[in-house]
């Protein structure tokens, strides 16, 4: 018996109702900041990702989806969203328009982790770019964006954590003190951090083994170590987010797990007892873009796990609204009844109005008793008599009332049944 891959999930009908209303929202935050949806392959070149997010990082080393295909080429599955995009701004010559460009995005992404409540190897993301602009008020207008996001969806009780993390300038004398610090506990740091002591020094901050984060806090703080313009930034996108009144903590062992950043990162997360899983986080990469072969743009941007969001919503007990089904059952008496009752039914949905139609051979008893099943308000009853008369039975489910109607008034008095999709709001009503 097959079942799906560990790490994936079906995301079943009476699921989708949290997923069309995060979506909704999401695409509701980002014309509200003007940002732009784009979509790139779910697949790219292996190296794009290799020299992006960092040879050393755990997600290139353990976590990516890579294999060669037919024309020996190596891919990956993406990973994230960030390196793709920049691809994209790159080869389709977007630093010709006028710069930042805002754009979002929701993917897939493919990661081989363990998994766990809220992490899948198949996950999906809601994220934002903004490329082309070093203004630390864009930095606040990304964190301003997921933070209304958040809000947007009724969830409470989030902290936003906020660090910097230099720069070439200032960041490789702060790694090599952090290095010396760190070198004298290297008998005791957990495996994975051992590892990182040679190839990935920051990252030294951000394990979450209990040893390892005693060893951390008496680490020396990058913020303590900033050059001028990297101090700059971090007192302005502290003193603009008091502006607009959105609180936050400083951690200086937030680092992010992108080799891509600098300056400004941030996690947004829950405020539950024990809670070290974030809802979404990103931070500023000046240089990603030169390092994919682009010119050198300055750009800023987050990632917000849709899971993880659906799990925090279900845990704070917050209802969403239903996608809308349809409220009209349309049953027959007799085989001559189904053939003008498959008719009735394409001319009331052509009309807009939500409408299911009795399958099978049950008799119009069973037929009436699924109409209650699926909770139909009304009933359109095509019996044979009525049809020699022109005419048909249409029936109020809640209050068991019913009249003889012409055939040709049916669509006319079930106006105000429809429901469908609408690309500006997907889980709403025509």
Same mark, same amino acid.
């Given at each position: 018996?097959?079942?799906?891959?560990?790490?994936?999930?079906?995301?079943?009908?009476?699921?989708?109702?949290?997923?069309?209303?995060?979506?909704?929202?999401?695409?509701?935050?980002?014309?509200?900041?003007?940002?732009?949806?784009?979509?790139?392959?779910?697949?790219?070149?292996?190296?794009?990702?290799?020299?992006?997010?960092?040879?050393?990082?755990?997600?290139?080393?353990?976590?990516?989806?890579?294999?060669?295909?037919?024309?020996?080429?190596?891919?990956?599955?993406?990973?994230?969203?960030?390196?793709?995009?920049?691809?994209?701004?790159?080869?389709?010559?977007?630093?010709?328009?006028?710069?930042?460009?805002?754009?979002?995005?929701?993917?897939?992404?493919?990661?081989?982790?363990?998994?766990?409540?809220?992490?899948?190897?198949?996950?999906?993301?809601?994220?934002?770019?903004?490329?082309?602009?070093?203004?630390?008020?864009?930095?606040?207008?990304?964190?301003?964006?997921?933070?209304?996001?958040?809000?947007?969806?009724?969830?409470?009780?989030?902290?936003?954590?906020?660090?910097?993390?230099?720069?070439?300038?200032?960041?490789?004398?702060?790694?090599?003190?952090?290095?010396?610090?760190?070198?004298?506990?290297?008998?005791?740091?957990?495996?994975?951090?051992?590892?990182?002591?040679?190839?990935?020094?920051?990252?030294?901050?951000?394990?979450?083994?209990?040893?390892?984060?005693?060893?951390?806090?008496?680490?020396?703080?990058?913020?303590?170590?900033?050059?001028?313009?990297?101090?700059?930034?971090?007192?302005?996108?502290?003193?603009?987010?008091?502006?607009?009144?959105?609180?936050?903590?400083?951690?200086?062992?937030?680092?992010?797990?992108?080799? @891509?950043?600098?300056?400004?990162?941030? /996690?947004?997360?829950? =405020?539950?007892?024990?809670?070290?899983? &974030? +809802?979404?986080?990103? $931070?500023?990469?000046?240089?990603?873009?030169?390092?994919?072969?682009?010119?050198?743009?300055?750009?800023?941007?987050?990632?917000?796990?849709?899971?993880?969001?659906?799990?925090?919503?279900?845990?704070?007990?917050?209802?969403?609204?239903?996608?809308?089904?349809?409220?009209? @059952?349309?049953?027959?008496?007799?085989? /001559?009844?189904?053939? =003008?009752?498959?008719?009735?039914?394409? &001319? +009331?949905?052509?009309? $807009?109005?939500?409408?299911?139609?009795?399958?099978?051979?049950?008799?119009?008893?069973?037929?009436?008793?699924?109409?209650?099943?699926?909770?139909?308000?009304?009933?359109?009853?095509?019996?044979?008599?009525?049809?020699?008369?022109?005419?048909?039975?249409?029936?109020?489910?809640?209050?068991?009332?019913?009249?003889?109607?012409?055939?040709?008034?049916?669509?006319?008095?079930?106006?105000?049944?429809?429901?469908?999709?609408?690309?500006?709001?997907?889980?709403?009503?025509?």
């Amino acid at each position: 018996m097959y079942k799906a891959p560990r790490g994936t999930q079906d995301i079943l009908p009476p699921e989708q109702s949290y997923w069309c209303f995060v979506s909704q929202k999401a695409q509701e935050i980002c014309q509200l900041y003007g940002y732009k949806r784009i979509e790139t392959p779910m697949f790219e070149e292996a190296g794009l990702f290799q020299r992006g997010i960092g040879e050393g990082t755990d997600i290139v080393e353990k976590e990516m989806y890579t294999f060669q295909d037919h024309g020996g080429d190596l891919m990956t599955l993406r990973p994230e969203g960030t390196a793709s995009v920049c691809r994209a701004y790159i080869e389709n010559g977007m630093s010709n328009l006028p710069q930042p460009v805002r754009l979002y995005y929701m993917a897939d992404i493919f990661r081989y982790e363990r998994p766990q409540a809220g992490r899948y190897r198949q996950h999906h993301q809601f994220g934002c770019e903004a490329i082309g602009d070093s203004d630390s008020a864009l930095d606040v207008e990304i964190i301003e964006l997921i933070w209304r996001f958040y809000a947007s969806l009724g969830l409470e009780n989030l902290t936003l954590q906020l660090n910097s993390i230099g720069c070439p300038i200032c960041r490789p004398d702060y790694v090599r003190e952090l290095s010396e610090y760190y070198s004298q506990f290297s008998n005791v740091l957990c495996p994975n951090c051992k590892t990182r002591l040679a190839r990935n020094t920051l990252r030294l901050l951000d394990c979450k083994e209990e040893s390892c984060r005693k060893i951390a806090h008496d680490a020396p703080k990058i913020a303590e170590r900033l050059c001028s313009d990297c101090d700059t930034n971090f007192q302005q996108v502290k003193h603009f987010l008091g502006e607009i009144a959105i609180p936050f903590q400083i951690n200086p062992f937030l680092v992010r797990g992108l080799d @891509y950043y600098t300056r400004t990162v941030f /996690e947004i997360i829950p =405020q539950e007892e024990g809670a070290q899983t &974030a +809802l979404g986080g990103g $931070g500023r990469y000046d240089l990603l873009i030169e390092q994919l072969g682009g010119k050198p743009v300055p750009a800023i941007g987050f990632a917000a796990g849709m899971e993880r969001i659906i799990l925090n919503l279900n845990k704070q007990g917050i209802a969403v609204p239903l996608i809308p089904e349809p409220k009209v @059952y349309v049953a027959h008496a007799d085989e /001559e009844g189904k053939a =003008q009752a498959v008719k009735l039914i394409a &001319a +009331l949905r052509q009309a $807009g109005i939500g409408a299911m139609l009795a399958t099978g051979s049950r008799s119009l008893k069973a037929q009436l008793k699924k109409a209650n099943a699926i909770g139909a308000t009304e009933a359109v009853i095509l019996g044979g008599d009525e049809l020699k008369r022109g005419t048909v039975v249409l029936r109020n489910m809640a209050e068991g009332k019913q009249e003889e109607i012409p055939l040709g008034e049916v669509a006319k008095r079930l106006q105000g049944y429809g429901v469908g999709y609408d690309r500006n709001n997907e889980c709403g009503t025509l």
